[in-house]
């Protein structure tokens, strides 16, 4: 990603939205808002339906016009630009290929349009780019679902717009088609070197492909980052849950020393460092700590001797395992978390881990992470379906 003094010298594709808003009568679809979408980045949108991120997206292209505030496209203000006038592309998820015409004149048709004569050189290269130079005479309907995506892709960058705008273009593919052609987009958005903004409602998407992801919530940014960052970091109980499985721990601040914040939860103690509390820790107040699942080790009672020195630890009995493959998805009753998860890799599986067996939680204090506990435990949770508006 481009620093703040290379996005203001460039000038050209960064994206700023100052103070952006839409309003729908009485609906708030998008509170004001401030973003910075870096020049040559690849950029998400990420939420749940209804959480605003097509809504802003659109108010980029100049489909839908905000409330208040300014969209700038580099140097340039497009607020008030129709959509034919800003430098700007969009690749929808049904991708509105022409049935009729072949790939070659699909691509050409932004090139003909623009009354270029000369179009062979530029369209070649732009499937040779997509890799379909071999399919350019085939109509779309002979094209796979994700070669038909690529060459909507390939449609929208001939144009050379500073922005190439992608809202839920994924969505119509299945699992296996999509994970090939999230790594397909980011080749290409790689090669063309031009900022990419993508809406989307699904975390690993965002996460495969993104430089930066802006994770929205109810018409607001809740949390901006890198994919690694908000996952390690979560700043709110909805980020921590939407991106991935979180486990919660209501505790107390027993003490303070250096570095570290001494917990109480369930009658033993846990150890938060200081640097990974998104709010302040006073003796006595209350704080939520986090630990993801694949984080967290699992020692069956009998050798609970074996655990190394100052890792956190917890008691508990399972009380359900899965076996998925890659690993051993335990959920495990605790006096601190009644469904504590636990994701275990499936290297030297321990036979006595299963239900009923009384084990030892434990990890490392640095994978402990601390938040405000006023917040919604279950923020997050809910079952994402994909996005209608």
Request: aromatic fraction near 6%; include cysteine.
């Amino acid at each position: 990603m481009k620093t703040t003094e290379e996005t203001t010298k460039a000038g050209g594709g960064d994206v700023r939205l100052t103070g952006i808003s839409k309003t729908y009568g009485d609906f708030t679809a998008v509170h004001p808002l401030d973003l910075t979408v870096p020049e040559g980045s690849f950029f998400a949108l990420l939420g749940a339906s209804g959480c605003g991120k097509t809504t802003t997206l659109r108010m980029i292209a100049g489909l839908e016009e905000p409330t208040a505030g300014t969209v700038h496209l580099g140097d340039q203000d497009v607020t008030a630009l129709p959509p034919y006038k800003r430098p700007v592309n969009t690749v929808f998820q049904s991708y509105a290929l022409f049935p009729h015409l072949d790939i070659y004149e699909n691509v050409a048709f932004g090139l003909r349009r623009r009354g270029i004569k000369s179009v062979k050189k530029q369209v070649e290269e732009m499937l040779e780019l997509v890799q379909l130079g071999e399919q350019a005479r085939k109509k779309p309907h002979q094209l796979s679902g994700g070669q038909q995506q690529r060459v909507a892709v390939a449609r929208a960058l001939i144009n050379h717009p500073k922005v190439l705008l992608l809202d839920e273009p994924l969505g119509a593919l299945d699992l296996k088609l999509r994970r090939q052609m999230q790594l397909e987009l980011k080749r290409i958005q790689t090669e063309v070197g031009i900022t990419f903004v993508h809406v989307t409602h699904d975390q690993e998407e965002a996460m495969t492909m993104a430089d930066c992801v802006a994770v929205m919530n109810a018409g607001r940014v809740e949390q901006l980052g890198t994919p690694a960052d908000l996952y390690e970091n979560p700043r709110t109980t909805f980020v921590a849950n939407f991106l991935g499985t979180s486990n919660f721990i209501e505790a107390e601040v027993d003490s303070t020393s250096g570095d570290d914040i001494v917990l109480k939860a369930g009658g033993g103690k846990l150890v938060l460092h200081r640097a990974r509390a998104s709010v302040p820790a006073a003796t006595g107040g209350k704080i939520l700590a986090g630990v993801r699942p694949e984080k967290i080790s699992l020692t069956h009672a009998d050798d609970a001797g074996e655990i190394p020195e100052g890792r956190n630890r917890i008691t508990g009995r399972i009380t359900e395992s899965s076996f998925i493959g890659v690993s051993t998805q335990f959920v495990v009753d605790s006096p601190v978390c009644s469904d504590f998860e636990v994701y275990v890799q499936n290297i030297d599986r321990d036979p006595r881990l299963a239900p009923g067996a009384e084990v030892v939680l434990h990890w490392n204090p640095a994978h402990t992470f601390g938040l405000d506990a006023a917040q919604d435990i279950d923020a997050g949770v809910e079952t994402v379906e994909e996005e209608v508006a």
